[in-house]
């Protein structure tokens, strides 16, 4: 198994159809990841003169693209770059506008199981969970913030019940260096019958320090005030989300759009992954799709 065989991209036959690829369109993978949907856009535009503009914050997955996607020539167009700024990076690459976006919220598999990114709860590594550029670290939060802007960190971003009763531990625990001596102290912290169920008991609260390290509820509010700027008339956006309150912002922003009269929505509820794809994926458990489709220039 080679690193690409480790990513598996989510919901892929879903979001291909919601895209409505054709080989003359052209289309922006705003979150490429690994390339795993970009990989199939590509095959599908190699019966025309479309191209893909597949963007990245990360150099690593730019990186593994380069490598496994670069013989597509021309048909793609690689960008390091955060999708807050689509319209800026969209302009950029010189492509009119387009006739689908899409955006996959989630952690690839490459971030997850690489201990040196300290993404993982499960795997000891640095406490860093950097998507991409910036200074602020999970380190810098769990170490300097006081207990209380912890609290109010995991409840917020992790909807974690006990995060007051965890950023007590957490506190007390200080200096904590790496990933596992985190999950370690979070599980001390939960009392044994929280009823957690599948989750892990340091889920929520690693799920908040990453969304705070990278700003990323800003970075898709950001995003949704700009991808309609750079769709054609009938382009569709599709956005795959991990978490309630980033689905929450695509729901809102995707009906505010529709009430304008700008977009229409294409998913009059959540699209969510087949009991097929669970099984061969359980990571796409929490995966929520919604769809929409430019209805006039702006």
């Known amino acids: 198994m080679d690193e690409f065989d480790l990513h598996y ?11 409505n690829v054709r080989a003359d369109g052209n289309y922006i993978d705003a979150t490429m ?18 191209r893909l503009l597949a963007i990245d ?10 490598k496994r996607l670069g013989g597509h020539g021309g048909k793609l167009i690689l960008m390091e770059g955060n999708f807050s700024d689509i319209r800026a990076l969209h302009a950029a690459s010189g492509l009119p506008p387009v006739d689908g976006i899409l955006a996959d919220l989630g952690l690839s598999s490459m971030q997850l199981e690489d201990a040196g990114r300290g993404f993982s709860f499960s795997l000891p590594g640095p406490l860093d969970m950097r998507m991409g550029g910036g200074e ?14 912890l609290a109010d960190l995991i409840f917020k971003f992790g909807e974690e019940r006990h995060s007051r009763r965890i950023a007590r531990a957490i506190v ?36 908040a320090l990453r969304l705070a390290v990278n700003r990323e509820l800003e970075n898709l509010q950001e995003f949704l005030g700009g991808f309609p700027d750079v769709l054609a008339t009938g382009g569709r956006s599709v956005v795959i989300s991990f978490h309630s309150l980033e689905d929450r912002l695509v729901k809102h922003a995707f009906l505010g759009l529709q009430r304008e009269e700008r977009m229409r929505v294409l998913t009059r509820h ?8 669970l099984r061969e994926n359980p990571r ?11 209805v006039q220039s702006t």
């Not at 991209?9 to 895209?19: D, G, K, N, Q």
């Not at 602020?136 to 802007?149: M, Y």
């Not at 929490?286 to 929409?292: G, N, V």
Request: no cysteine.
């Open 33 to 50: 990841g690994a390339g795993g949907h970009s990989g199939q856009i590509l095959g599908v535009l190699e019966g025309g003169k479309g």
């Open 57 to 66: 914050r990360d150099p690593q997955a730019l990186n593994i693209v380069r």
């Open 172 to 207: 007390k625990a200080r200096p904590i260096r790496s990933t596992t001596e985190l999950a370690q102290v979070v599980m001390r912290a939960i009392p044994s019958r929280a009823g957690l169920h599948h989750l892990h008991p340091a889920t929520r609260t690693f799920m």
């Open 9 to 19: 991209p989510v919901m892929l036959r879903e979001a291909l159809e919601f895209l």
């Open 284 to 294: 796409s458990r929490s995966a929520k799709l919604r769809a929409a489709e430019k």
């Open 270 to 277: 959540v699209v969510r992954p087949t009991s097929e794809e």
């Open 136 to 149: 602020l670290t999970a380190s810098e939060i769990v170490n300097r913030r006081s207990e209380r802007e």
